[in-house]
């Protein structure tokens, strides 16, 4: 295994992989043996998982806090194009779905991950799912210590917990090392942000019972400051609460949110705090070599200080408009001078958001070895990331992404689309979210344009479940079905910055699928005519409210 800068498998973590892949097996040979109805089986496939989707099986691989070694990438390029159509889906919460995995190939397929130091545990079931972290982490000029220490520490603490694996409902946990908030963390289950206080300590701020779905919440702040090495007792204290009073009798009351909006946030913390008392100075409390061993995995690369300024950049700056754009909107602050963050859009005009071919997929592991010490990222806006590149490579690095598809340099803007599978794959779905995200992304495909509108998050769910983030889009759109008609429902306003979390509100009555895109222009068109100078799109919003925009909407449409 090349030299990582991340947490690698101990012989118990490979152990206990191994068996599972093994006890899956035998549970496949069993149901296609008919030895176990598809009832008996569901909840054996979903805890490795495996889901029946629309038309077949999908495998959801997780890959904790978005991080990924190159051999790992590679990994998976080999099995999409063996055991899949040669292509996977990145979602929202940092992991790979395979969409059309037949069932007697999955243990084969959770046996070459296994290879690799990967699995499918935990991506479904009423558990904690994939724990998910700032994309950015142990490169960010911004921040305060690395994410994914913690991250994984939870994910050590949560796997296969015997008191949590069969929750009301599941469980979703963010953390976010950074002041700019990019994990979402007050959208989630519970939210944890790293911060010092005044005494120049570390610790968390922790909040529960944000998430989205069919009843979108934005979480209440529990704990201002908790200590690190506090951390798990913590958590164990609050799932155990959620464990005691979460509701089991109706599937839409289940999750964690609707008990912190019953009972309130004070009577929450009160019972949290008093489960927390009795078990902060057990055996949950982390000590101080734990914490060191695990953070010592996560040292960052050794990168040296080079010039602020490139030759090579500032050449190809002047020399090429396309690039200089991707400079603007794809190219991050490293905290290491002369070196820089680079985002590979998923999301070239016109195509699904968050697809990657296997070619693809090993294209950006060569590239990570060549130019990134071997490491990328996945980001829950469904992007991935090169977290360490120096300067003077970022035009070949331009260059090698350009011959993938993935240079479109649209971060942050209006093609950047978030969409769920929708209705094109999965059974949930009342609409489909990837023919509508295409045909946005193609009207606005022209780079001047879409650099000229700035800023505009747009994110698009085919149900009420907002697996597309709908409810905290600037621009949400969320699919409804209406007596077998696919219509969409725009909302406006919504946002995941820290200190500005809102959910969206919705604008009026639903358009045709058919009307989807010009509505949106016109939304567009009003924030033009309106803004003042430095406005994102959804701080015009803010400053003139929903009025400008619903008269124009429904005059196009």
């Known amino acids: 295994m090349p030299d990582t800068h991340f947490y690698r498998y101990d012989d118990y973590d490979k152990t206990l992989v191994a068996e599972r892949v093994e006890q899956f097996r035998d549970q ?5 043996a008919g030895e176990l109805t598809e009832e008996q089986f569901k909840p054996l496939r979903l805890t490795n998982g495996l ?17 990924l070694a190159s051999h790992q990438l590679r990994k998976l390029a080999e099995i999409s194009r063996k055991y899949d159509r040669g292509y996977g889906h990145f979602t929202t919460r940092q992991n790979l ?3 059309w995995i037949k069932l007697e190939d999955a243990p084969d397929a959770l046996a070459a991950l296994a290879e690799v130091d990967m699995h499918a545990m935990q991506t479904s079931g009423n558990c ?45 946990i963010a953390i976010t090392g950074s002041p700019n908030d990019r994990a979402a963390v007050r959208v989630h289950d519970i939210g944890l942000r790293l911060w010092k206080n005044g005494q120049g300590e570390v610790g968390f701020e922790v909040i529960v019972g944000g998430g989205l779905g069919r009843t979108p919440m934005i979480g209440k702040t529990l704990r201002e400051f908790l200590p690190r090495d506090e951390l798990l007792a913590y958590l164990e ?37 008093a489960e927390y008392a009795s078990i902060r100075d057990s055996a949950l409390r982390l000590p101080a070599g734990t914490i060191e061993a695990i953070a010592e995995q996560f040292a960052p690369p050794v990168l040296a200080e080079r010039p602020a300024i490139s030759g090579p950049v500032e050449a190809e700056r002047l020399s090429n408009l396309e690039f200089a754009l991707w400079l603007k909107s794809n190219v991050a602050p490293h905290r290491v001078q002369g070196h820089a963050i680079v985002t590979a859009s998923l999301k070239p005009a016109g195509s699904p958001p968050g697809d990657a071919s296997a070619a693809q997929m090993e294209g ?18 469904q992007n991935l990331i090169f977290p360490h590149v120096a300067l003077d490579d970022l035009p070949k690095v331009y260059r090698a992404l350009a ?32 023919p509508v995200a295409q045909r946005i992304s193609t009207h606005f495909a022209g780079l001047a344009r879409q650099h000229d509108i700035g800023d505009l998050k747009i994110k698009i769910s085919g149900c009420i479940n907002a697996c597309g983030h709908h409810h905290v889009g600037h621009i949400g759109i969320l699919g409804v079905d209406k007596n077998g008609v696919e219509l969409y429902q725009l909302s406006l306003g919504g946002d995941v910055d820290f200190g500005k979390t809102a959910i969206g509100t919705i604008l009026g009555p639903a358009v045709t699928a058919d009307k989807v895109v010009e509505a949106v222009d016109a939304l567009v068109a009003t924030y033009l005519d309106t803004r003042s100078a430095g406005e994102r799109f959804v701080d ?18």
């Open 364 to 381: 950006v592991a060569d590239i990570a070895d060549a130019y990134s010490q071997g490491e990328i990222r996945v980001s829950h806006e």
């Open 97 to 99: 779905q395979l969409n």
């Open 51 to 67: 889901y029946l989707q629309l038309h077949a099986y999908m495998l959801r691989i997780a890959i904790p806090y978005g991080t």
């Open 128 to 172: 904690i799912r994939n724990v998910t972290a700032d994309h950015f982490a142990g490169a960010a000029i911004d921040e305060i210590e690395d994410p994914r220490i913690w991250c994984e520490i939870v994910r050590q603490w949560s796997t296969l917990h015997p008191e949590f694996s069969f929750l009301p409902r599941k469980f979703k």
């Open 28 to 32: 496949v040979r069993r149901r296609i």
């Open 540 to 557: 015009t919003y803010r400053r003139v409210g929903a009025q400008p925009f619903k008269e124009r909407v429904y005059a196009a449409v």
């Open 237 to 273: 204290a609050t799932l155990r609460v959620y464990n005691r009073y979460g509701r089991r009798d109706n599937l839409y009351k289940a999750r964690i949110k609707i008990l912190v909006h019953e009972i309130g946030a004070e009577k929450m913390r009160e019972e949290v705090e």
């Open 403 to 434: 011959a993938l598809g993935f240079a479109e340099a649209n971060i942050g803007k209006i093609t950047d689309i978030i969409a769920c599978p929708g209705l094109d794959y999965c059974a949930l779905a009342n609409a489909r979210s990837i």
